[in-house]
DNA sequence: TTTTCTTATGAGACCGGTCTCAAATGTGAA
DNA sequence: TTCACATTTGAGACCGGTCTCATAAGAAAA
């Protein structure tokens, strides 16, 4: 690998040797510390001007300690969430003078381990972390600066953590679709189980995951609905056999009459799923979905969606990191942000219960 | 501002110190480079073990004067157009072993500077910009590092470029809508000009916009239609008044029958626009717009897009860039990548022609 | 005028790595 | 056995900043 030219670039001691004073003088006036006297000060200033100079952020963090900026795990940037999240957080950081390094875990444990030895080694500040798994969070434990979770929380770290009520918009949106007489309602997600589950849903270490299954739960029960633990499709992510995992569903005989999905990415492929097979919205389907993105408001019918405040997301765990980093030493708060339904044409009575003259509203 | 507690971290002296062997040695099977005895090499990886020593990136980068990552400049993340560009950067950063520091110019020459500034002060390694106005470009030129330039090309900027065949794209879905009868054809574009346009399309520096617009005016000339340039309106960014703008613009008395929008977020404001007033598409309206977005397909009617290769394009820059880095010094290169129209249902025969019984296919 | 305190500047250590150079050790050929 | 050469290791300079501490200069107080 050949090695680029490498400009020799000027330095504090370029810009002494300029101004015909010390290095530390120099130094001082360019750092912004310590003082100077006004005309020194200016002959320094001077001669930066001249020479071009450029401070070398590194060499600052280098003695410093802190390199003024944080890193970013999300699990896929592509997912407009996640995008959105991302802009809140780097518009706080940006007000705060400090830069983001981004890093994609592609919802894989392992990539997130090297994402953050990669970012530890490169000194960041603080850590922002969407957890992919929960099962495997030692590598979180072990990080050795401030670390704030978006999104997720983990009963077992406690730090920062920014999440949204999400038991009781899972609640909500389904008692939503049990009263509009729906009993065979499945919940799809993209989450993938490390094990089985058997309805067991204290197992699940993700907040998010865990807390909007115990909503949907709830509301099942609330309505008489049993073994509702059975209509938990977990691993909807994108990929071919997702999509026809889907497909099955929707095919079989006793399908679903209303479907709760965990996100925009599952929801839009279910609704073209659900176009494939020839079935109507809210005619044979109702469906809700997580997070109001873009598409939802402009399909025919418009979706009825759980709007989560994703870029106030953002905002608020990058506020708690940055508070952090400046000294905070409050123990480590947990936010929750509200959740609100929008409610547009996608759900409706379900077929069945108008057929068998249910009616239980 | 308290001080962190700054927990005294293991360098590559503790290391030596616990393995009995000098710093330099130490050094060299840590950082993995010069040649050590297979013995000492294991003595020193067994002491690393022991004291949980994690290297220091930015002390390496100080010596070795590159610092393994690379600035990425972007428009507004939150345009899925940007996230999956960006993703196809970071993946192939990746792959490199080099990480992403990302900025957001919101489309601001400002704060594009600022970014810039403080990139080069962090001594990224190379730059991906995607720059934000074209008059103003000087703080360009002044980056000291590689820069490759993202689906916006600069003609007064010889650097490695890759963007899509903008000009020939707009061509291609313009003629789609002369084709169908459609005289009066307006383009819709979230950029801004700086100066008043006058149908001079030369003095927009912007590869990206000028290119489009030259496409688009020369199917409009092809089709023999006059004075198209009054029909291009810029600034239709994210924001209420831009979608005033838009309102007025459908509501007026001769409001254009077919519409190509630059990109996926001003058509779907767009789309919702012309729904507010009531018109319908393609039945009032034909629309076409720039990038396969989400939602275009899920519309009714679905929307007939030209599919840029987003995730190439990303690819393509970063693979570019890291060649580059790596001692390449071939002459800059400009790589153009195809698109390709996606035809759905949003373009009809345009309602004048057929009231008028033109028709010119 | 002399003493004391404040303020401005300079000299040099330091951060945690890399890397050059020389010394020490080992190996094979003469 | 001796010499030439290769390999392994150590000492210390260096990267470009920050920061401590001592000194010099200036101002105020005695």
Sequence with gaps: MKRAPKAPSITVSDVAREAKVSKATAARVLGGYGRVSKTVRAAVLEAAKALDYRPNELARSMTTGRSGSIGVIVGDIENPFFSLAVRGISDVARLSGINVILANSGEEVEAEKSAIRVLMAKQ???????????????????????????????????????????????LRATRMLTQAGHRRIAYVTAAVLSGDFRGAASMINTSTVRERILGFLDACREAGIDGAERNIHFGSGRSESAHAVLLQL????????????????????????????GLGIPRDISLITFHDADWTSVTTPPITVIDQPVYALGKSVAELLIRRLKGDDRPPERIVLPTTIIERMSVARSPAAIGQGLNRS
Excluded: M, Y
């Excluded at 978006?150 to 999400?166: G, I, K, Q, S, Y």
């Excluded at 679903?256 to 073209?272: E, G, N, Q, R, W």
């Design 250 to 277: 929707l095919r079989s005989a006793d399908r679903p009459t209303a479907i709760l999905a965990s996100d925009s990415v599952v929801a839009l492929d279910l609704f073209k799923a659900i176009r494939e097979c």
């Design 124 to 170: 960041v500040d603080g850590l922002i972390v969407t957890p992919a798994q929960s099962g495997d969070i030692a590598h979180l434990k072990e990080i050795a600066c401030p670390l704030a979770l978006l999104d997720r929380a983990l009963p077992e770290l406690d730090v920062d953590t920014v999440t949204v009520d999400d038991r009781n918009a899972a």
